[in-house]
């Protein structure tokens, strides 16, 4: 048996090791954070070691990489050809020939492509701040969850001790004739409850634990400082958020510069009716007179097939008149998103106003006079477990509430694009988008 256990641990510490060791071979640095961390620290440090996000970045490098060749001209040809029959000739020599050639588009065709792939780079590069915003709403909501799973648990810790001394209390009533053997049986009741409530509290920590450091590239079980403690943020007028993303969205900038993209497509679809030019020069040894050896030419490729260049020229505006429409859908959804977000974000709000000023204070006044009334013998035991148990189900609900701000206002950022402190200190967040862009 301690064999098996040891070989497990071995097993796991490898596990971890090989892990870690990955993420530094990529080029993560560990993260360094205090005894406890913030959703700023979080979110500095998935964003600098989520390899997702690292994925879209590698590929808009990649995308930017080809804008120049799209609009170079193709290699030249260089051709070179002999006539057999005058090998070891005498009399005229070998006979040879050497060609270069060089084609040329129709002008604006490969701006047409330079352009198109421009844009698709622009698009890419704009999908680079989609994946950020959508990892770092992914890192706050796991934050939140975090937040709330950790008070959970110390919420729980806190009602055993209360209910441990409730449970003296009453053990200390029946032994001096005073109290009933139920009370104390209530007391031992809610705590078996409290036992297996914390049972699930840490099955679920321990997957938001790994949830959040999957984000971050480390092993499941990796220590997370607890969380900081809830932070209000100010939530923006909803018509200062639709503009905002109107203009500033990366989705929409990036489903922009595809349309853009296939408009490009398209006006060297239309150029592909318009011939392409070859230039050439060379020489022939096979001309007796040194003055028809060298010979330059130009060709041209002849479009007849009309049929194909217009089906393809249709069928490239198509795109591009697809990619508008999902343009304005996309639009039109992100500001429903927006709406349904903002009025939850509003309703999360007014929640934990609620809780904090009214449903608390009452909790905890109730359970403190219930106990009073208990010890002075005008109340029973009773009212004091319910009383006790509500304390703790409002309290639970305030930090389920809080969590459930700090989500929602995850998700306002992810659809409006741009963080909600930011958006709340500076109306304008143009200077914010850049900052956001550049982390």
């Given at each position: 048996?301690?064999?098996?256990?040891a070989?497990g641990?071995l097993?796991h510490?490898i596990?971890?090791l090989?892990?870690?060791a990955q993420?530094?071979?990529?080029?993560?640095?560990?993260?360094?954070?205090?005894?406890?961390?913030?959703v700023d620290?979080?979110?500095?440090?998935?964003t600098?070691?989520?390899?997702?996000?690292?994925?879209?970045?590698?590929?808009a490098k990649?995308a930017a990489?080809?804008?120049?060749?799209?609009?170079?001209l193709?290699d030249?040809?260089?051709?070179?050809?002999?006539?057999?029959?005058t090998?070891?000739?005498?009399?005229?020599?070998?006979?040879?020939r050497?060609?270069?050639s060089?084609?040329?588009p129709w002008?604006?065709k490969l701006?047409?492509?330079?352009?198109?792939?421009?844009?698709n780079?622009?698009?890419?590069?704009s999908?680079?701040?989609v994946?950020r915003?959508?990892?770092?709403?992914a890192?706050?909501a796991?934050?939140?969850e975090?937040?709330?799973?950790?008070?959970?648990?110390?919420?729980?810790?806190?009602?055993?001790?209360?209910?441990e001394?409730l449970?003296?209390?009453?053990?200390g009533?029946?032994?001096?004739?005073?109290g009933?053997?139920?009370d104390?049986?209530r007391?031992?009741?809610e705590?078996?409850?409290?036992?297996d409530?914390?049972?699930?509290?840490?099955?679920?920590?321990?997957g938001?634990q790994?949830?959040?450091n999957?984000?971050?590239?480390?092993?499941?079980d990796?220590f997370?400082p607890?969380?900081e403690?809830f932070?209000?943020?100010t939530?923006?007028?909803?018509?200062?958020?639709?503009?905002t993303a109107?203009?500033?969205?990366?989705?929409l900038?990036?489903?922009?510069?595809?349309?853009?993209a296939?408009?490009a497509d398209a006006?060297?679809?239309?150029?592909?009716f318009?011939?392409?030019f070859?230039v050439?020069g060379?020489?022939?040894s096979?001309?007796v007179s040194?003055?028809?050896?060298?010979m330059v030419?130009v060709?041209i490729n002849i479009?007849?097939?009309?049929?194909r260049l217009?089906s393809?020229?249709?069928?490239r505006r198509?795109e591009?008149t697809?990619?508008?429409w999902?343009?304005?859908?996309e639009?039109?959804?992100i500001l429903n998103d927006?709406?349904?977000a903002?009025a939850?974000?509003?309703?999360a709000v007014q929640?934990v106003?609620?809780?904090?000023k009214?449903?608390?204070?009452?909790?905890e006044?109730?359970?403190e006079?219930s106990?009073?009334e208990?010890?002075n013998?005008?109340?029973d035991f009773?009212n004091v477990i319910?009383?006790?148990?509500?304390k703790?189900y409002t309290?639970q609900?305030?930090y389920?509430?809080?969590?459930?701000f700090m989500r929602q206002m995850?998700e306002l950022?992810?659809l409006?694009g741009?963080s909600?402190d930011d958006l709340s200190r500076?109306p304008d967040?143009s200077q914010?988008?850049s900052?956001?862009?550049h982390?």
């Open positions: 048996m301690h064999k098996l256990f070989v641990a097993a510490a596990s971890v090989a892990v870690s993420a530094v071979e990529l080029g993560f640095e560990s993260p360094s954070w205090g005894p406890t961390i913030s620290e979080l979110v500095t440090s998935v600098g070691r989520n390899g997702s996000l690292e994925e879209a970045k590698a590929a990649a990489y080809r804008v120049g060749p799209a609009g170079a193709d030249p040809l260089l051709s070179y050809s002999l006539a057999p029959g090998i070891g000739g005498q009399s005229v020599g070998l006979g040879q050497v060609e270069l060089q084609s040329l002008p604006g701006g047409a492509r330079q352009e198109a792939a421009r844009q780079a622009a698009a890419m590069e999908g680079v701040d994946r915003l959508d990892i770092i709403a890192t706050k796991a934050y939140a975090w937040y709330f799973i950790n008070e959970a648990i110390r919420l729980n810790e806190e009602n055993r001790a209360v209910l001394d449970r003296a209390v009453a053990e009533y029946v032994s001096a004739g005073q009933l053997q139920q104390i049986l007391a031992e009741s705590l078996a409850l409290l036992a409530q914390l049972l699930q509290l840490q099955a679920e920590k321990v938001v790994a949830r959040i999957a984000l971050i590239n480390r092993a499941p990796a997370i607890p969380p403690g932070r209000a943020t939530l923006p007028e909803l018509p200062l958020l639709i503009a109107q203009q500033y969205h990366p989705r900038l990036q489903l922009e510069h595809y349309a853009d296939r408009a006006e060297y679809a239309r150029k592909d318009y011939p392409d070859r050439t060379g020489y022939n096979l001309w040194n003055d028809k050896r060298y030419g060709s479009p007849l097939n009309q049929g217009k393809e020229l249709s069928a198509a591009e697809g990619a508008r999902r343009l304005e859908d639009r039109a959804q927006i709406a349904a903002y939850g974000a509003h309703r929640s106003a609620l809780y904090e009214q449903l608390v204070p009452l909790a006044q109730t359970l006079a106990i009073s208990y010890q013998r005008v109340s009773l319910t009383a006790d148990r509500n703790l309290e609900s305030l389920r509430q809080q969590a459930d995850a950022e992810n409006v741009v909600m500076s967040p914010q988008t900052e956001m862009n982390e």
